[in-house]
């Protein structure tokens, strides 16, 4: 136990330092005119992400399925300050539409410099009832579309040597119960990014990706998720937000936030049956 609380606190010194020397690096002038595509951004950190982007001076385009709420939150892009801020609305769970988001965003803006893969698809967060349709959809929405876009945008993010971010989670890292369709989705993304990173670093490409890992975060979608079976703090979506902008703004492979998420990622390996019986105990149920 003794060591285990030594490497905790050691692990938690290595993360805050991670961030605060992300931190001091970071330019907040690199997205000024920075030319912007924000998948999910309705609401929650797509949309608090936008607003960051604005605050900079970024040119972004934004999407999701509703116009109405996408109306307002482009308003609010341009009294924050955005240089453009445009919207298109799309369902990604379409086979279509991803690609069509990526050329709007394209045509609009005149290219891209960051492709910023943020959505999911509505999942239940409960024991697995044998809904193997509902992962055979949800792929698409949280899967398929991320690979279309990222693949439709790589040619212009090779010319403005730009950057992917990719919004996973810490269901991307190891397996939590509630939640096998969406872990299995985020278990994709991260295998598929992961590769393709190898792969652009051996081609000597000028794009980076970058890969985020979330904990529990206080927007309205995950809080309703979540009521009642889970008790731990949720984290501040603004704050999660400006989390990502800068991993990407600076070409960080990775983001863990908040920063028990990266003990979390080193414990499951060291301590397995500690962590399991962490992940179990945190959930409110009875059979
Ligand atoms: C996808 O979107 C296109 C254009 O909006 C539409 O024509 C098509 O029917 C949609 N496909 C599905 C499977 O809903
Ligand atoms: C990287 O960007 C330069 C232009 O600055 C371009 O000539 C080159 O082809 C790009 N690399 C790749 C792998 O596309
Ligand atoms: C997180 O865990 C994965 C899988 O065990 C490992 O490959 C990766 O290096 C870990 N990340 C960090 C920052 O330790």
Same mark, same amino acid.
């Given at each position: !136990?003794?060591?285990?609380?030594? +490497?905790? +606190?050691?692990?938690?010194?290595?993360?805050i330092l991670a961030v605060f020397w992300n931190r001091s690096s970071f330019d907040p002038e690199s997205l000024r005119g920075a030319r912007v595509l924000v998948t999910g951004a309705?609401? %929650?950190?797509? =949309?608090? !992400?936008?607003?960051? #982007?604005?605050?900079? %001076?970024?040119?972004? &385009?934004? /999407?999701?399925?509703?116009?109405?709420?996408? $109306?307002?939150?482009? =308003?609010?892009?341009?009294?924050?300050?955005?240089?453009?801020?445009?919207? &298109?609305?799309? *369902?990604?769970?379409? $086979?279509t539409d991803p690609e069509n988001v990526v050329d709007f965003a394209l045509e609009k803006l005149g290219g891209l410099d960051y492709l910023v893969l943020n959505h999911v698809g509505k999942s239940?967060?409960? !024991?697995?009832?044998?809904?193997? *349709?509902?992962?055979?959809?949800? !792929?698409?929405?949280?899967?398929?579309?991320?690979?279309?876009?990222?693949?439709?945008?790589?040619?212009?993010?090779?010319?403005?040597?730009?950057?992917? +971010?990719?919004v996973s989670s810490m269901a991307g890292k190891m397996s939590n119960p509630f939640a096998a369709p969406y872990t299995a989705t985020k278990c994709a993304l991260n295998g598929f990014f992961g590769s393709l990173n190898h792969e652009l670093a051996m081609k000597k490409s000028n794009?980076?990706?970058?890969?985020? /890992?979330?904990?529990?975060? *206080?927007?309205?979608s995950a809080l309703n998720a979540v009521r009642g079976i889970i008790t731990t703090p949720a984290y501040p979506a603004t704050e999660a937000a400006l989390n990502i902008i800068i991993t990407g703004a600076t070409r960080q492979q $990775?983001? #863990?936030?908040?920063?028990? /998420?990266?003990?979390? @990622?080193?414990?499951? *390996?060291?301590?397995?049956?500690?962590?399991?019986? +962490?992940?179990?105990?945190?959930?409110?149920? @009875?059979?």
């Amino acid at each position: !136990m003794l060591t285990f609380i030594k +490497i905790l +606190i050691a692990s938690i010194f290595v993360g805050i330092l991670a961030v605060f020397w992300n931190r001091s690096s970071f330019d907040p002038e690199s997205l000024r005119g920075a030319r912007v595509l924000v998948t999910g951004a309705s609401s %929650g950190i797509g =949309e608090q !992400m936008a607003y960051h #982007y604005a605050r900079f %001076g970024a040119k972004i &385009v934004i /999407t999701a399925r509703r116009k109405k709420i996408l $109306e307002k939150v482009i =308003e609010k892009c341009l009294s924050l300050g955005a240089q453009e801020a445009l919207y &298109v609305s799309a *369902d990604m769970s379409n $086979e279509t539409d991803p690609e069509n988001v990526v050329d709007f965003a394209l045509e609009k803006l005149g290219g891209l410099d960051y492709l910023v893969l943020n959505h999911v698809g509505k999942s239940s967060f409960a !024991m697995w009832n044998g809904d193997v *349709d509902h992962i055979r959809w949800l !792929m698409k929405p949280n899967f398929f579309s991320y690979v279309q876009m990222a693949w439709r945008a790589l040619p212009s993010l090779e010319q403005s040597k730009g950057s992917m +971010i990719v919004v996973s989670s810490m269901a991307g890292k190891m397996s939590n119960p509630f939640a096998a369709p969406y872990t299995a989705t985020k278990c994709a993304l991260n295998g598929f990014f992961g590769s393709l990173n190898h792969e652009l670093a051996m081609k000597k490409s000028n794009v980076s990706i970058s890969i985020c /890992t979330l904990g529990l975060i *206080d927007t309205e979608s995950a809080l309703n998720a979540v009521r009642g079976i889970i008790t731990t703090p949720a984290y501040p979506a603004t704050e999660a937000a400006l989390n990502i902008i800068i991993t990407g703004a600076t070409r960080q492979q $990775e983001l #863990y936030y908040p920063w028990f /998420t990266y003990v979390m @990622n080193l414990t499951k *390996d060291w301590f397995p049956s500690l962590t399991n019986h +962490i992940i179990r105990n945190a959930l409110n149920y @009875n059979p």
